[in-house]
């Protein structure tokens, strides 16, 4: 399963854009990028994935980078609420969903 | 997005005894399901997945004897903690996902289980 390297944490201010970077060198040709995040003591929340074009939804947009080896998810408003732990997952073999570390995102007022 | 359902929410069990964790897909079919566990500070850990009707596919180091996963229909998985013992406190985390290469996964909110 190709590894993701995501910063530990960030802060963000609350009504700013949330720019969460994802490395993810090692990623292959049919493999998708996933992100999810955790509010402390919650199952995890689907929030957006793509292959290879640009995504975006009701609560995010994800930018895939040309050569698939970075993608970046944007909360273009951050809210006091989107305060939680950002997983990027790169979906491997089998369909398992194998969680890093993440990036610990804080919004303050 | 889709709706998965864990039962119980919470639950605290003398140390020897079994306990057994519910997943349902309220609504939608999910040809897998994945269960997870999650320590304090930590990230979410895999220990098993499950194909309907199929026997269950541990990660290296989870015993297949003590964490007994059964997943007989499309809509329900359980998890079965067996002779419970103070080092399997912990958070378990289901998640359901049906069928197609880039269909998501969903997760139900956590079983917060106890063992004293």
């Known amino acids: 399963d190709a590894k993701t390297t995501q910063p530990p944490s960030m802060d963000c201010a609350e009504g700013r854009a949330a720019n969460l970077p994802c490395n993810h060198s090692t990623i292959s040709g049919n493999e998708y990028v996933y992100w999810y995040r955790q509010i402390h003591s919650q199952g995890p929340q689907y929030i957006i994935h793509g292959l290879k074009n640009n995504e975006t939804n009701e609560m995010a947009s994800l930018i895939i980078t040309e050569d698939r080896k970075s993608s970046t998810l944007i909360l273009p408003h951050a809210t006091l609420r989107d305060t939680a732990v950002y997983y990027c997952i790169v979906r491997g073999q089998g369909g398992k969903l194998i969680f890093g570390q993440g990036t610990e995102l804080s919004v303050k007022p | 997005g889709a709706v998965v359902s864990q039962h119980p929410s919470w639950v605290i069990c003398k140390s020897g005894t079994s306990v057994k964790i519910e997943c349902r897909s309220l609504d939608f079919q999910a040809t897998t399901m994945f269960w997870y566990r999650q320590f304090p500070k930590q990230s979410l850990m895999l220990m098993a997945t499950?194909?309907?009707?199929?026997?269950?596919?541990?990660e290296q180091g989870v015993e297949k004897d003590k964490f007994l996963i059964n997943h007989a229909s499309l809509t329900l998985s359980t998890l079965t903690v067996t002779s419970a013992h103070p080092e399997d406190s912990s958070f378990y985390i289901c998640?359901?996902?049906?069928?197609?290469?880039?269909?998501?996964?969903?997760f139900g909110q956590g079983t917060r289980l106890t063992v004293v």
């Open positions: 499950s194909n309907e009707g199929s026997k269950a596919t541990y």
């Open positions: 998640s359901a996902r049906g069928g197609g290469g880039g269909t998501e996964a969903f």
